[in-house]
């Protein structure tokens, strides 16, 4: 099974909501197309909870479709939003890293994306010191397949290896 993780920044600029919404279609499009069945998330908030969405949205077309809430430590399981824990009703699976947060549970979270996916769809908001930034140095030590989607201006997506 080929695995796809998303990473991104968790505050999506208001005026660019739908151009994330439409590049995170064409990307998961993509990836099934390619192959890909397994995606993976740690459901926070902004690209990575639309990514979720739209892969719960595609799996009522495609029921093999497996998606993979990863979360770093309990207190982000208790979801408040009603919307939310919808979401979390449709995922195939879940992976818990930590029981409590500590320091080391988010780096822990990624480092499981990594070792599971093939495939990383990237958001970037080029702040070199974002939990995206870590995801993406570490994909490129891996030599993961990375599709980069700028925030800084609209444009396509730029597979690298």
């Not at 064409?26 to 690209?47: H, Y």
């Not at 979390?88 to 890293?97: E, H």
């Not at 974002?130 to 030590?141: D, E, F, G, V, Y």
Request: glycine share 4%.
């Amino acid at each position: 099974m080929k695995s796809c993780c998303i990473t991104g920044p968790r505050e999506i600029p208001t005026e660019k909501i739908e151009y994330v919404r439409q590049a995170l279609h064409r990307e998961i499009e993509q990836a099934v197309a390619d192959g890909f069945t397994v995606f993976l998330s740690d459901m926070d908030k902004g690209t990575n909870l639309e990514f979720a969405m739209i892969v719960a949205e595609k799996k009522k077309e495609i029921p093999e479709l497996f998606l993979e809430a990863v979360y770093p430590h309990a207190g982000r399981m208790k979801a408040k939003n009603k919307q939310v824990r919808e979401l979390m009703s449709q995922c195939s699976g879940f992976k818990l890293i930590s029981q409590d947060y500590n320091r080391d549970c988010q780096f822990a979270a990624n480092r499981y994306l990594l070792e599971s996916a093939q495939r990383v769809i990237a958001f970037s908001d080029e702040n070199i010191k974002s939990n995206t930034a870590q995801i993406l140095r570490m994909a490129a030590a891996k030599e993961l397949e990375v599709h980069m989607i700028s925030l800084s201006e609209p444009e396509e997506s730029v597979p690298s290896h």
